[in-house]
């Protein structure tokens, strides 16, 4: 069982570039979440989803962006990228049991360097 | 709105005694959940324990456990017999009731020493 798996691990980009970190789970988990962590500041919500085609904003959605297709897959986009987006990015998802909503499982993490 | 507050940025304990991480929130809610994160270096957040507010028991996990006082909207985590392998970021988080979005502290290292 994968769990929550993103892709790349570590990237490196210039200033104005774009790309896609991508997040994807094997366990029909409804909802899934983007994460931001700085140092000294914990991780921030970027983007989260409560199910395919239904997308919405964080604490710190400036400068992403997201969509939702299928229940696997949750992408996130930076336009142009800038340096204050120098951080490690989380995916996380979890799923509803009834009226309980499970605990978050994480992703490894990517690190994102921008120059 | 929430928030989480962690006020030791880093703390050290001796392999086999206890240590207590401390963490606050503030929320109008009455229902909600909280949790203990921990995220060793190699990055990866694993889930230490969780507490669901409306239930009054401290939860336990082996060598885990918490000390919940809603009232105070305090939320410590001990952990007892310290090892070698419990050296990492330690994060506690909210969550309300219906939402999978997480609130984080802003985290507490912890040292531990042979």
């Known amino acids: 069982n994968a769990g929550v798996t993103q892709t790349p691990k570590f990237q490196v980009l210039k200033t104005g570039q774009s790309m896609t970190l991508q997040c994807a789970q094997d366990?029909?988990?409804?909802?899934m979440s983007w994460y931001r962590q700085d140092p000294g500041m914990g991780l921030r919500l970027i983007h989260y989803s409560v199910g395919a085609g239904i997308t919405d904003q964080g604490e710190v959605p400036n400068g992403y962006n997201v969509s939702r297709s299928t229940t696997e897959d949750f992408p996130l986009r930076l336009l142009s990228a800038a340096p204050s987006q120098t951080s490690v990015y989380f995916c996380?998802?979890?799923?509803?049991?009834?009226?309980?909503?499970?605990?978050?499982?994480f992703g490894q993490g990517t690190r994102l360097t921008v120059v | 709105a929430q928030t989480v507050t962690q006020s030791q940025p880093e703390m050290s304990v001796q392999e086999a005694e206890t240590v207590t991480l401390s963490c606050t929130y503030d929320?109008?809610?009455?229902?909600?959940?909280l949790f203990w994160y921990k995220q060793p270096p190699s990055r990866q957040m694993i889930l230490v324990i969780r507490?669901?507010?409306?239930?009054?028991q401290n939860a336990t996990e082996n060598r885990f456990s918490v000390n919940f006082q809603k009232a105070a909207k305090s939320f410590s985590l001990k952990i007892s017999d310290s090892q070698l392998g419990d050296a990492a970021m330690y994060f506690c988080?909210?969550?309300?009731?219906?939402?999978?979005?997480?609130?984080f502290g802003t985290g507490t290292r912890l040292q531990v020493f042979p």
């Open positions: 929320t109008s809610e009455s229902d909600y959940y």
């Open positions: 988080a909210y969550r309300s009731v219906n939402t999978d979005k997480l609130i």
């Open positions: 996380a998802s979890s799923y509803s049991s009834g009226t309980i909503l499970t605990e978050a499982f």
């Open positions: 507490q669901e507010a409306y239930k009054q």
């Open positions: 366990m029909n988990h409804e909802y």
